[in-house]
């Protein structure tokens, strides 16, 4: 199991505190035709709203070097939005970014035009705060 990011509990915290049930964390995702081919993907959460509505939240706090980091999350956010379509499950996947992260790297020109290119579902959070700011689109 991979270790969780950084802000996974207070992402957890924030969803908590806006009414979501968390269904489950470090949830896997299993795709392969063998056992030889078979892998496991781990999606940090899965949460239900009051409503109803589930989603799937990748958690990534990107305290590093903005841009290595946007590369990695937009590489493993297309893998398991490929890897959930394939297996035709019909959730959708969520990155959680801190308030900091949205402000920094995803207004520059180059997270403008990856989150246009790719259609990448945020939810922005204030780590502080712990609060959820927005979701883009709305779940």
């Given at each position: 199991?991979?270790?969780?990011?950084?802000?996974?509990?207070?992402?957890v915290h924030c969803?908590?505190?806006?009414?979501w049930t968390i269904l489950a964390e470090q949830n896997y995702i299993s795709i392969g035709d063998s056992s030889?081919?078979?892998?496991?993907?781990?999606?940090?959460?899965?949460a239900q709203s009051h409503n109803g509505k589930i989603v799937l939240i990748e958690v990534k706090a990107l305290d590093r070097s903005p841009v290595h980091q946007l590369m990695?999350?937009?590489?493993?956010?297309?893998?398991y939005r490929a890897a959930l379509d394939y297996l035709e499950?019909?959730?959708?996947?969520?990155?959680?970014?801190?308030?900091?992260?949205?402000?920094?790297?995803?207004s520059h020109i180059l997270g403008q035009q990856i989150m246009q290119q790719h259609a990448l579902p945020?939810?922005?959070?204030?780590?502080?705060?712990?609060?959820?700011?927005?979701?883009m689109p709305q779940p």
């Amino acid at each position: 199991m991979p270790a969780k990011d950084i802000d996974h509990d207070i992402v957890v915290h924030c969803l908590k505190q806006s009414g979501w049930t968390i269904l489950a964390e470090q949830n896997y995702i299993s795709i392969g035709d063998s056992s030889e081919s078979h892998r496991r993907l781990y999606i940090d959460i899965q949460a239900q709203s009051h409503n109803g509505k589930i989603v799937l939240i990748e958690v990534k706090a990107l305290d590093r070097s903005p841009v290595h980091q946007l590369m990695e999350l937009l590489g493993q956010y297309l893998v398991y939005r490929a890897a959930l379509d394939y297996l035709e499950i019909d959730v959708p996947l969520y990155v959680a970014v801190p308030v900091t992260a949205y402000q920094g790297i995803f207004s520059h020109i180059l997270g403008q035009q990856i989150m246009q290119q790719h259609a990448l579902p945020l939810m922005i959070y204030d780590p502080v705060q712990e609060a959820i700011l927005q979701w883009m689109p709305q779940p």
